[in-house]
């Protein structure tokens, strides 16, 4: 009697490990739409298919109200915030490119020193770990980790720092490349990726409407003032055929094309097969950023059609891919988010034009003022170091006397209020006591080791942009709402409009995985995600 109960009880505690062990999809795939405004998701509802944008809000879970809650939201700090689960003021990606007081010099956020004093592109300036970070570590560093986009930064940040490794497009060194901060050795299969004609295999057939031209009423005319064109005094209106610009940019040229984003697909479809990604029980991570979205929004603005087109082919892509996954490993068997890493604002000309505030922040303008005034006051010299990402960084070689510096941060505060578009400047002191949303904003986004000695709050719809597409970087609503969206493993229809910050997303995920949360990640998750 006795050891019919001792194997019983040794059956149900199997059983149960067995079954807990189960309790982990085989996937977690991040999609991040860079410069995908959540609005587009109803914008462009009528002109979706049923089976990619429709069928993850229709059978996934939306949260409908999801913020970014610092400035400056660029593609840099947005993915590192979004598999970190933390703000730049403590993941320490301030921006794109910033200007690093130690190097004397403007840094790149996706490269750094390497053991040989040579600069690498790595994740070496982000100071947490990510998401895949974690699930590394879970599994004793047996899940395989991989990101991929057509920019470095979009593929490097998101798959942390045990990434296995990290794929970019950059024609001008190849195609499909990787870092030497990885030990990546299966080249094989993108070498003969990258031995496909990139113009014949996918810009051969130029850019023509998805659907016919009636079914794209919710954006700007074709023939618009607002756009800037391939190729100087090329064409703005469809149909597009980019022989003539392959010839003047070559291959490159896809990242700014719908095609752009094929291309990410085709590459991450195959590095699955290639790696057998998802394949056994052990939980694996896949990063997915499509950058194409963002240089076409950059190029012809938020309201154009040449983005509305962009996002019925993408809708198409993300629907191919699903049913890749699907077929792959199983819908079961994968969870999936998408997201974005910011979104953008109507181009500043067409505001303007119609009347609305908004302007041009001319900050080398400013540079050379405000220096003026500065010698007048105080003596000649060079005090102003760099204006960049609305940060000011003064020369603190020459300001070494701490009352001087003090005197010349307080002067160059109330100069810098008096200039169009500049709705408030910080000293860090005042960052410290931020007691309201866009204070907050600005205080998120700051690290004292990398932003500047004042940062300037500008006004909505000012920027430092051309006149013609759209542009990013402010703590308004039209650059930090994005949409959420999960999907498939254990996740259950539903949406909600309660609002909640891009840095949730990662402790939410970390929950339903029964995973740590990164280091430096926030604890509140989205409960209303089951």
């Known amino acids: ?70 400035k400056p939201t660029y593609t840099g700090p947005g993915h590192a915030s979004i598999f970190t689960g933390a703000t730049p003021s ?9 200007y690093s007081r130690v190097e004397g010099k403007m840094v790149y956020c996706a490269e750094a020193l390497n053991e040989d004093g040579e600069y690498w592109y790595s994740p070496q300036r982000m100071l947490t770990r990510t998401i895949a970070d974690e699930i ?16 470095d930064r979009g593929a490097i940040l ?14 001008d060194k190849g195609g499909w490349i990787s870092s030497n901060y990885y030990n990546y050795k299966n080249n094989k299969w993108i070498d003969k990726i990258n031995a496909v004609d990139i113009f014949q295999e996918y810009l051969a057939s130029g850019w023509e409407f998805s659907l016919a031209e009636e079914n794209y009423q919710e954006s700007l005319s074709d023939h618009n003032k607002y756009e800037r064109p391939y190729i100087k005094g090329g064409q703005t209106s469809f149909p597009y055929s980019f022989k003539e610009a392959f010839q003047k940019s070559g291959a490159n040229l896809i990242k700014a094309t719908p095609q752009g984003n094929q291309l990410v697909i085709d590459f991450a479809k195959q590095l699955m097969k290639e790696e057998e990604i998802g394949k056994d029980a052990i939980l694996d991570f896949l990063s997915i950023s499509f950058s194409a979205t963002d240089y ?7 309201n154009s059609r040449e983005v509305h087109d962009t996002y019925v082919k993408l809708d198409k892509q993300i629907a191919s891919f699903l049913k890749f996954l699907e077929e792959e490993i199983g819908e079961a068997n994968y969870l999936l988010f998408l997201t ?47 204006i960049t990402n609305l940060n000011v960084y003064l020369d603190s070689s020459i300001l070494i006397n701490s009352k001087k510096k003090e005197e010349v941060l307080a002067y160059s505060k109330e100069e810098l209020k008096k200039y169009p578009g500049i709705l408030k400047v910080f000293s860090k002191n005042e960052i410290e006591l931020a007691n309201n949303l866009l204070d907050n904003k600005v205080a998120n986004g700051f690290m004292e080791s990398e932003s500047g000695d004042l940062i300037l709050l500008e006004k909505p719809n000012w920027n430092t942009n051309s006149n013609q597409g759209s542009t990013h970087g402010s703590p308004y609503s039209y650059d930090t709402h994005v949409p959420l969206l999960f999907y498939g493993w254990n996740i259950k229809a539903g949406e909600v409009s309660k609002a ?3 840095v949730d997303i990662v402790p939410t995920i970390s929950i339903l995985l029964g995973i740590p949360m990164p280091d430096g990640s926030g604890t509140r998750i989205i409960k209303e995600v089951k």
């Open 136 to 151: 590394k570590l879970f599994t004793n560093l047996k899940a395989k980790s991989y990101g991929v986009s057509l920019k």
């Open 158 to 171: 998101p798959a942390g720092h045990l990434a296995d490794a990290a794929f970019w497009y950059e024609a």
């Open 500 to 502: 909640y910050s891009v």
């Open 340 to 386: 974005s890493d910011h979104g953008a604002g109507e181009v500043r000309d067409y505001l303007t034009d119609m009347q609305m505030p908004g302007g041009y922040i001319d900050t080398k303008f400013m540079k050379e003022d405000i220096e003026a005034s500065l010698d007048k006051e105080f003596g000649e010299a060079d005090y102003i170091k760099k």
């Open 1 to 70: 009697m006795f050891l019919r109960i001792k194997y019983l009880l040794l059956f149900l505690i199997t059983s149960a490990v067995s079954s807990y062990s189960q309790e982990q999809p085989k996937l977690l795939v991040g999609i991040v739409v860079d410069q995908m405004r959540n609005d587009y998701i109803r914008k462009y509802w009528n002109s979706f298919g049923e089976d990619g944008f429709k069928k993850l809000v229709n059978n996934g879970f939306y949260a409908k109200n999801v913020n970014y809650s610092y």
């Open 296 to 302: 076409i929004g950059h190029q012809f603005g938020v």
């Open 90 to 98: 403590t993941h320490g990606i301030v921006a794109n490119n910033w």
